[in-house]
């Protein structure tokens, strides 16, 4: 009874703070939009120069060197903290209210990757691509959280997708879920994830990550990139929720002794936990936090093996055909807090170890050959696609946005 109270007065109050916010969207109506202006944000502005708008953008700063002066993109992304690293093509803006209401409702068309704003008012021709940050994932999302979705989060997912005029999606799966999940009854384009065009630089990025953290070269690379647990849109975020019993010095040994080479681990932490500047601390000099990298793609892209427990990345990682193995130890407590996962173990191509020692038994029973085997079924089962051509895609589906009238 009582969270129900709080809740109801957090979601008054929510409503009353966009309402006022949202008047700021009417004021800039008075402003004319700019045919090529294009605002981008990832993470709600939490994450920097990262994720799906990121390679978007790319293409469009390519294009732009073939248009005329006059019809060249505008670049804007929306961050919050400023002190994050841009290329000189992008116009970095901090998030604020004023000019989230002044460049959405100035620009022909907007990116991102996750909701905008309760307070958020779009005008009559622009142009609204969601490239979400999930795709195929384990989470149960929006209306498949069923009584486990916080009123708030209906109410922002709701309005959202009333603004949306194309969702992305990589997989005849994910349009499934967008529809199921998000309140959505727009159009999905099958595109592919832009994100995941990085593995098209994936030897220069091999030695772009090896230089940046003074690895050898030849060093090989697991990318271990838990899921966020708790505190998101009902209470604060607490790094201790995300410690794991994952036994790091057996983890190497174990790799070392399957595959041979040196074995470093990257560790990433969620961006929500990278705003909160939490740091991994590690005394083997092999154990390295990288949370602070802003493109998890990229760490991918140059990595040998991947673990997580519950996040995307690992299909990310299996569309790049990149090793997975799953370590989920809460896997019980982990769905009756969030809902059903929506992948049952024995639908995924690759392991899901509960314990340490069952993961140690996955890595050395290893068969790459029949992996790539299974992640071929996978992607067949699912409808995936992953062709490195995605980002191209989108950049077409803008220029045809702003080659109309507005």
């Known amino acids: 009874m009582q969270e129900n109270l709080i809740e109801s007065a957090y979601v008054l ?18 402003l004319p939009i700019s045919r090529y202006k294009i605002v981008l944000s990832s993470f709600e502005g939490r994450q920097g120069y990262a994720c799906n708008p990121k390679y978007i953008a790319e293409e469009l700063a390519r294009r732009n060197k073939e248009r005329p002066e006059c019809e060249r993109y505008e670049l804007v992304w929306l961050v919050n903290r400023m002190d994050k690293e841009f290329p000189p093509f992008i116009r970095k803006v901090k998030n604020t209210v004023w000019n989230r209401a002044f460049h959405l409702s100035t620009a022909a068309v907007w990116v991102d990757t996750h909701r905008k704003p309760l307070e958020t008012r ?21 209306a498949l959280r069923g009584s ?55 030897s220069q990025l091999r030695e772009l990550i090896r230089r940046r953290y003074h690895l050898p070269l030849d060093a090989n690379i697991l990318l271990y990139a838990p899921t966020f647990r708790g505190g998101y849109q009902k209470t604060g975020v607490d790094a201790k929720q995300q410690d794991s019993s994952l036994d790091m010095e057996q983890l190497l040994q174990n790799l070392k002794e399957k595959f041979g080479g040196d074995w470093y681990i990257f560790v990433r932490f969620h961006p929500l936990l990278a705003s909160k500047k939490h740091q991994y601390n590690h005394t083997d000099p092999k154990i390295i936090d990288v ?18 427990d519950y996040s995307s990345l690992a299909f990310d990682a299996l569309a790049m055909s990149v090793p997975v ?22 639908e995924l191509p690759f392991p899901v170890a509960m314990n340490n020692d069952e993961l140690h038994r996955f890595i050395q029973r290893f068969d790459i050959v029949r992996y790539k085997l299974k992640i071929e079924q996978f992607a067949d089962k699912v409808g995936l696609l992953e062709d490195g051509q995605a980002s ?15």
């Open 13 to 30: 109050y929510r409503k009353l703070k966009s309402f006022l916010a949202s008047i700021l969207y009417y004021l800039c109506r008075l």
């Open 392 to 406: 191209s895609r989108v950049a077409d589906l803008i220029d045809a946005h702003t080659g109309g009238r507005l």
């Open 148 to 202: 486990k979705l916080p009123k708030i989060a209906y109410l922002v997912s709701k309005h959202d997708s009333e603004l949306i005029d194309v969702f992305l999606s990589n997989s005849e799966w994910c349009s499934e879920l967008y529809y199921k999940a998000f309140f959505y009854e727009g159009q999905v384009l099958k595109t592919g994830s832009p994100r995941c065009d990085a593995i098209n630089r994936r």
């Open 122 to 142: 779009k005008r009559k021709g622009q142009f609204y691509i969601n490239t979400w940050h999930g795709a195929i994932g384990f989470k149960p999302v929006g």
């Open 325 to 346: 193995f799953i370590y989920a130890e809460d896997m019980r407590e982990y769905s009756e807090e969030r809902g059903e996962l929506l992948w049952h173990k024995e």
């Open 291 to 308: 949370t602070a990298w802003d493109d998890a793609y990229e760490l991918l892209a140059a990595s040998d093996a991947f673990i997580s």
